[in-house]
C-alpha cells in the first residue's frame, strides 16, 4: 500500500522560513511526480508546486514563486517544500501528493502550516 508521510509543519512567524519533508513508501512505488497542495479553512484546495521525478521539472503558483522552492530525492522517494519569507495568507494544511504513470494520485494527511504573530 502507498503512503505519503508528511512532517515539518509548525507555528512561524510572518517571514519566517519552514522546511516540509514528504516521504513516500515503499520504495518500489513508481512515481512521476511529487507536489504540495494547500488548503485554508473554508477555501479549496489549491496547488502549490510539483517535481517530476525525472528531470526534475518544476511547476509552481504564482503566489509562492520566488519564495518557495520544491526539490526532491529520487534515491529515498522523499520530496521537500522550502518555505521562506512566508506570509499569513500561507497558512493552510499542506498536502503532499504522488502520482504514479497512470496518472492516479495519492495523498498524505496534511500538516498544519500556520504563519501568524
Known amino acids: 500500500q502507498v503512503q505519503l508521510v508528511e512532517s515539518g509543519g509548525g507555528l512561524v512567524q510572518p517571514g519566517g522560513s519552514l522546511r516540509l519533508s514528504c516521504a513516500a513508501s515503499?520504495?518500489?512505488?513508481?512515481?512521476?511526480?511529487m507536489g504540495w497542495y494547500r488548503q485554508a479553512p473554508g477555501k479549496q484546495r489549491e496547488l502549490v508546486a510539483t517535481?517530476?521525478?525525472?528531470?526534475?521539472?518544476?511547476n509552481y503558483a504564482d503566489s509562492v514563486k520566488g519564495r518557495f522552492t520544491i526539490s526532491r530525492d529520487n534515491v529515498k522517494n522523499t520530496v521537500y517544500l522550502q518555505m521562506n519569507s512566508l506570509k499569513p495568507e500561507d497558512t493552510a494544511v499542506y498536502y503532499c501528493?504522488?502520482?504514479?504513470?497512470?496518472?492516479?494520485?495519492?495523498w498524505g494527511r496534511g500538516t498544519q502550516v500556520t504563519v501568524s504573530s
Open positions: 517535481i517530476i521525478r525525472s528531470g526534475g521539472s518544476t
Open positions: 515503499p520504495s518500489t512505488f513508481s512515481i512521476y511526480a
Open positions: 501528493n504522488a502520482a504514479d504513470y497512470g496518472d492516479y494520485h495519492y
